[in-house]
């Protein structure tokens, strides 16, 4: 089957449906299965969502929605969430996201470029975001609020608004003139360089995406599965929006990070979506968990176990084999160690675990193989609707982001970079026809900014961002994230940064992990805990050393790391150096540190 075939027959199963019919569906079929549940709080079923996504849509009407008109969210992931963002949908207009870590400024733009008319806030955090630059948003009419509603014509509580009833069969009627080609949300991306841009996705865009991904994760029936990234993020508005639509999942929110491991915990879900932070930070949580253990006995079954664990999942890579031996010796391992190890996660049911938003590093692939999880990477971005290419539980390699996805045209160009064309690409930037311009050719080929190398099998890798690669003075080109993912392999340390752009050598800033390095320090009778005051300590300065030096083992000459730096904070949204999908700010990080910076290249 050719890819335009692929292509044909993915389209045909969604020709001329939208969303809102899928629901109506699911709804008709499953309404008493349970759809979303919040922490610590209800259970939604399917019927109940889209009779409550119908009532939020009446009541927009009834403030005056027309179609097309766009209703700006900014919440933490909850029922009143999904349900504002399904029933703007139903009544014609068009849900955005903004990220909730958005300084008032960037709410200014993004609300002007959406030119949104109502925006529906969490609570206070969020309106102090708003308050500041509503003279800037003079389309804004309606501002709703869930949580302590101030006073004034211009807000509106939750409760207030699904009280206003308007006309449930105007609903019906403007959810039945929806088109697949009209626009499901505009997602603006993270943001790492310049202002954040509208990424334009329509009904059919998403219900390809959506389909796809359910056929190549072979999801079952009503899979169970949490969701904690923004819907801001296009992995979770795919996996925790669209998807369970169509698979009429269940969804547990934890609109919390921080909870994530409990959440985990408590739901045992069978499909887990990490960024490779998250994975990172479990990672991180357990090797700490594992150095505590004095008993020799009990560590050496743990390490015993876990290089079984490796060695089964590398024999299932693509153009491996399972021999029987290591096939009995997992099964023992796995019922002895393993099992016991992934039911402390939360992890035991996942039968599909995936990583995206930037290359897993391959150690931390290889660290949960230990634990008998195969991660999945896939590459994607918001431009195609997320992932265009995938490893699967038959047909993977560790440290690739996998192969195209049916009905995906995938090509490196001369310069390295990654090219797709897809039926999940945008058409474009909202209001941006220059950003429009660069981002798309005549043929529809949509340039990703990745540089990748495609391997004899067709499996992808990427190399790093075409913008972030380092051209040192001496010439040499350099990935920083290479270095970045060898220098946190090590637990303590929570985020690198790699620079050398036009300097005679390679310079690293780096952070210290909030949760580990207190333990770490804790365990070498080291009292404070405050990561200021442990950045200085001779002994973690001596363990970075190490960090750095062993790095470097691994590095040709010219990417070796010279000087280091460790800050005395970590780096969050919050704080600018990273984006809300936990990547690094590149800019942020080189102008708030420039002094640090410059210091290093005047050392001796």
Known sequence: MTIQDERARYEALNAGRT???QLRDTAAQYGDHPAY?????????????????????????????????VVALMMPNRS???LADLGTVHAGGIPTTVYATLAPDQVAFVGGNAE???AVLDGPDQL???QPVLDRLPLLRKIIVINDCPEGDLYLSWADFMALGGDLAEAERRAAAVSPSDTLTVLYTSGTTGNPKGVVITHEMA???AQVSCETARLPLHNLGVSYLPFAHIADRVLSLYLPILRAAHIHFCPDPSQLTTVLREVRPNAFFGVPRVWEKIMAGIQAF?????????????????EVGRAYVNSREYGNTTPAELAAAYEKADAAVLSVMRGLLGLDRVEHALSAAAPLPIEVARFFAGLGIAILDVYGMTETTGAVTGNTNDDFKLGTVGRAYPGVELRIAEDGEIQVRAATCTHGYLRRPEATAELLDDEQWLSTGDLGELDADGFLRVVDRKKEIIITAGGENIAPSMIENLLKEHPLVGQALAYGDGRPYVVALITLDGEVAPVWAGARGIESTDLAVLAQHPLVLEEIGKVVGDANERLARVQQVKKWSVLPAE??????ELTPTLKLKRRVVHGKYDDVIDTLYAQP
């Not at 594992?290 to 876990?306: I, S």
């Not at 780096?571 to 600018?576: C, G, K, V």
């Open 571 to 576: 780096w969050t949204a919050e704080s600018e």
């Open 37 to 69: 549940t919040d922490l610590g709080g209800p259970t939604l079923t399917w019927a109940e969502t889209r009779q409550h996504a119908l009532q939020v849509a009446a009541s927009l009407i009834e403030l005056g929605l027309r179609p097309g008109e």
């Open 116 to 118: 949104a008319v109502v």
């Open 19 to 21: 969303i809102c019919d």
């Open 128 to 130: 102090g975001r708003w």
């Open 207 to 209: 219900l390809y995406e």
């Open 80 to 82: 009143e969430h999904v």
């Open 290 to 306: 594992l150095a505590m253990e004095t008993d020799a006995t009990k560590k050496a079954a743990v390490t015993g176990a876990m």
